[in-house]
């Protein structure tokens, strides 16, 4: 309808979100979980969430179950992320309390024994210090007086705490990267009674706890984590309001005009040159199209089959040919998400439960993966696995020179 009065926010809205503000740099790079799922008491005791880190993406083909859609039963390509999931290592429960004025801790318990990878955490210079960190607390647990103390804390959060959370940490040292120092978060403990759930986490004390315990494929998920960083960008580039004409006197990559003489202030809803990037995100919906096994022993062989399927029955692991670029090889348990995904390869991501019920089609959509494209990333990739490079190639000339200087 023409004649019906429009506005000019409807037809020109602003560029740029202003719920996002301000767009700074964020202070720490875990991705900071600022909601976990409602808890139901009567459903079995299970953690909301977890932390990876980034590898990069490939492709997989599928076959789509969706009826009513044009593609059903038909092949699609589909770009995934691959997210390395080593099990994280529980130390410790803490207990929060209702106030007026919202939750507060009210005891937290220490488990007996830290790895290296965890005190490392408490440090900003682990070589030069002197490595005291829970000295003390771990001596509580031989000492009779100080094992009164964690059963009376304990007491404590079963009867006056509301929610029950795990301080668990990630296993640098199964990654094989610079990193040493561990990512240490709380993890919320839904379902059961809060005697349970205090019970199920001292069980769990000092043992890992893998992805595939937490999430389950065909699950949707949220991601958590920083954005790559782009630095200090102009307005352009980082509120994308519409280019100046071309003979703009002094740039066209501008605001013309950025407010009125009076107020003679410049708005904070005005878009202005800045950081771009490095920012704290939530990522909703997230499909998780299979969670892999990490590279392990069975029968007194290693299986490295995680990157097969049913129909692609060749041996070969999740790590393209000529490993994942700037990340290295995926040889622990991965997380394989539809899609792209937030942050810089190696970034460390919190992975949550969906705050949801998921109740869409798409959301409950089995996943049957036909393939997985394992062929390089660093280049245009002819071959899935070496053996078949080998096969194509034929003896090679360094192989020769191999073979006659072993003879």
């Known amino acids: 309808d023409t004649d019906k009065m429009s506005h000019r926010k409807f037809s020109a809205p602003r560029h740029g979100s202003l719920g996002f503000l301000p767009k700074k740099r964020c202070a720490h790079i875990r991705g900071k979980v600022k909601a976990f799922p409602k808890d139901d008491p009567s459903a079995p005791i299970h953690l909301t969430a977890f932390l990876g880190y980034k590898a990069g993406m490939t492709h997989i083909v599928r076959e789509v179950d969706r009826s009513g859609s044009k593609v059903h039963k038909k092949e699609v390509v589909e770009g995934v992320t691959i997210i390395e999931a080593p099990p994280m290592v529980i130390i410790g429960v803490t207990g929060y309390i ?143 309001p519409k280019k100046l004409p071309r003979k703009t006197h002094k740039g066209l990559r501008k605001v013309a005009c950025i407010g009125a ?52 029955i060749t041996q070969k692991s999740i790590t393209p040919m000529g490993a994942f670029p700037h990340y290295g090889e995926v040889n622990n348990d991965y997380v394989m998400l539809r899609g792209c995904c937030i942050g810089h390869k190696k970034r460390v991501l919190t992975l949550r439960k969906s705050l949801l019920v998921q109740t869409k089609r798409k959301a409950k959509e089995h996943i049957t993966l036909k393939f997985i494209d394992t062929a390089s990333k660093f280049g245009h990739g002819r071959f899935q696995t070496h053996e078949e490079k080998v096969n194509f190639m034929g003896p090679l000339k360094k192989d020769k020179q191999k073979e006659e200087t072993a003879a």
Not at 275 to 299: L, P, S, V
């Open 98 to 240: 209702d106030t007026p004025r919202g939750m507060r801790t009210h005891k937290t318990v220490w488990a007996e024994h830290l790895s290296e990878e965890c005190k490392r955490r408490f440090y900003k210079n682990w070589y030069k210090s002197k490595k005291k960190a829970f000295t003390k607390a771990s001596k509580k647990w031989q000492d009779p007086i100080g094992k009164k103390h964690i059963e009376a804390d304990i007491r404590k959060m079963k009867k006056y705490c509301k929610v029950i959370r795990v301080l668990a940490h990630t296993q640098m040292k199964l990654m094989k990267k610079r990193q040493k120092k561990a990512h240490i978060m709380e993890i919320q403990i839904n379902g059961g009674t809060i005697a349970q759930k205090v019970d199920w986490a001292r069980e769990h004390f000092e043992k890992p706890v893998a992805i595939s315990d937490i999430f389950g494929e065909d699950e949707v998920i949220d991601i958590i984590g920083v954005t790559k960083g782009h630095g200090f960008k102009g307005v352009t580039s980082r509120w994308h």
């Open 261 to 312: 003489w009076h107020p003679a202030r410049v708005a904070f809803s005005v878009a202005r040159a800045g950081q771009k990037g490095y920012h704290h995100r939530t990522e909703m919906n997230k499909k998780i199209m299979r969670i892999g096994k990490g590279i392990h022993m069975k029968d007194g062989k290693v299986v490295k089959n995680n990157a097969s399927t049913t129909f692609d």
